[in-house]
């Protein structure tokens, strides 16, 4: 989509998800169906500090018009947004290319229908209420013209500080004139942060935050409340954005993936003086060196429990509304669907056969610990150690070559492979005269009698006999009266040549 790269340590996003509005709230609320993103982060690693290089975020997504009027339009205002960082907008719909306009705090998307002859030319209809949504968003479905939804999406190549989506809608006041529908769609929007790890060679944090989605009616009070239950999940691979739909089995949805059983957020009003704090919920996840994605699913129901009749805070029956009592869940709004597409630079060993494997910097002793995350293009000098009875044969990997040391510089999710073979010893000696044994496994005997070779090597050896003697034939692993002898080393293996006058 885009090349720009940039560097930050906090962003946010327009995240994947399914939307359905509940009856709960008033007619005139707007929702999405299926909002999608994925970010992608190149993370560095160090004891003291982090970065992470931010590429940009994609956002796709469904929105049904649950305003109770016909929609000519949508927008979406992304606070701290330059137009030019708007790289891309979804124009296959409806309403065509979007508008992209700067505002005082950032930029303004606009689709938005033309006026003609006393009429809009596009239009999209409200979606029934308190009916489950079962159209097509998209140009060109069966049910795309009745059922009240649409698609749109635009892909940034900054991070916004804030985004909020609106219906347009006409004016009653003056015709053929839009106007944003309010209050906005309440959209859960994570903000990810990387912090570092606690003890160098870790791996980071990534923590993902969301704020209460509803405003509240004015500053002194709290906005409405809604459940939220979490689910994640942590890939060794990329996720695409038409991965995150709620049918595709890598969006977790089920017990074991359970992140938060419940929490409740609701936007506080600024002195929020009893120190109940709701308008952000953090969650964390220390990043396997492996993982490529964390992705996951938010689900919003709606809070219908007690009010404060003065403050507007939720009164749980809990009173820490750790979870719902009778008559505090509402129903299902929304399931947002979000992935971190992420890059640890890290180094992660792994080993055939016996032997172990340490770096010079004693991040990684492997046998015991494998894997360190390191900073982007560190030097990182592995040495291999053979255990008793086998070989170093050679790397695999990020790594190539048989000598027992390799440098790789940590400038991703790096592999290497160690490889050990038993091995076995092969040794000759002479009886009856004098003469040399030789072999292609480098014994030179008289001086160097002995080798140690991987099991199932074959092994040649040559007999040559001084001056004045005449070889006579072999004995031990080696038999017959050739000069040459094969042996298949599958054991500690010894061969006689014997001389004569």
């Known amino acids: 989509m885009f090349l720009t790269k940039l560097k930050s340590e906090v962003f946010k996003g327009i995240s994947g998800a399914d939307f359905m509005k509940s009856a709960f709230k008033p007619a005139g609320t707007a929702f999405s169906i299926a909002l999608l993103v994925v970010f992608t982060i190149v993370f560095a690693i160090s004891s003291s500090a982090q970065t992470a290089a931010v590429y940009g975020q994609l956002g796709n997504f469904d929105v049904i018009n649950h305003t ?20 891309y907008h979804f124009s296959y719909q409806r309403y ?11 930029t303004l998307v606009r689709w938005e229908s033309s006026y003609s002859g006393g009429a809009f030319t596009a239009t999209t209809i409200p979606h029934a209420p308190n009916t489950p949504f079962a159209g097509s968003c998209y140009m060109g479905g069966a049910s795309y013209d009745t059922s009240g939804c649409e698609h749109f999406g635009v892909s940034l190549s900054a991070t916004p500080t804030r985004a909020q989506y609106r219906w347009l809608i006409e004016d009653a006041a003056n015709p053929g004139t839009l106007i944003p529908f309010n209050p906005p769609a309440p959209v859960v929007t ?37 459940w939220v239950k979490v689910f994640k999940t942590q890939l060794n691979r990329e996720v695409g954005l038409d991965e995150l739909i709620t ?46 994605a964390i992705v996951r699913r938010y689900e919003v129901y709606a809070y219908t429990g007690a009010y404060d009749p003065v403050t507007h805070e939720a009164l749980c029956a809990d009173l820490l ?45 492997c046998g015991n610990k494998c894997a360190a995350g390191y900073n982007a ?45 038993q091995a076995f010893s092969i040794s000759a ?27 199932g090597t074959n092994v040649t050896l040559r007999v040559t006999p001084d001056p004045g003697f005449r070889f006579v034939n072999w004995s031990g692993a080696c038999s017959g009266t050739a000069t040459t002898c094969s042996v298949t080393v599958n054991a500690t293996s010894s061969v006689q040549a014997n001389f004569a006058k």
């Open 68 to 87: 109770g009027h016909d929609g000519h339009g949508f927008e979406i205002e992304l606070e701290g947004i330059q137009p030019q960082e708007v790289v």
């Open 96 to 106: 065509g290319a979007a508008r992209i306009t700067p505002t005082a705090t950032g």
């Open 190 to 226: 994570p903000v990810y942060v990387v912090t570092p790890p606690v003890r160098e060679g870790e791996a980071p944090v990534l923590e993902a935050e969301i704020e209460a989605p509803e405003p509240a009616e004015a500053p002194e009070l709290y906005g409405d409340a809604q």
């Open 247 to 292: 049918t595709n089995p890598i969006v977790p949805q089920d017990a074991a993936h359970t992140e938060v059983e419940w929490e409740i957020v609701q936007t506080e009003p600024a002195s929020n003086s009893n120190g109940n704090r709701r308008q952000r919920r953090s969650n964390s996840a220390t990043l396997n060196f492996d993982t490529r």
């Open 321 to 365: 509304c750790n979870a719902p009592g009778d008559g505090e869940l509402g129903e299902f709004q929304s399931a947002q669907m979000t992935a971190a597409n992420v890059q640890v630079n890290s180094v992660t060993v792994a080993k055939t056969g016996s032997g172990s494997v340490s770096s010079a910097d004693r991040l990684i002793s």
């Open 377 to 421: 293009g560190a030097a990182v000098t592995l040495t291999a150690s053979p255990s008793s009875g086998y070989l170093f044969t050679g790397w695999n990997g990020a790594c190539a070559g048989n000598l027992l040391t390799c440098v790789v510089n940590a400038t991703d999710a790096l592999n290497v492979t160690a490889n050990f073979a």
């Open 429 to 455: 000696k002479t009886a009856g005269g004098k003469g040399t044994v030789t072999s292609n496994s480098g014994i030179n005997c008289g001086k160097t009698c002995s080798s140690t070779v991987v099991r």
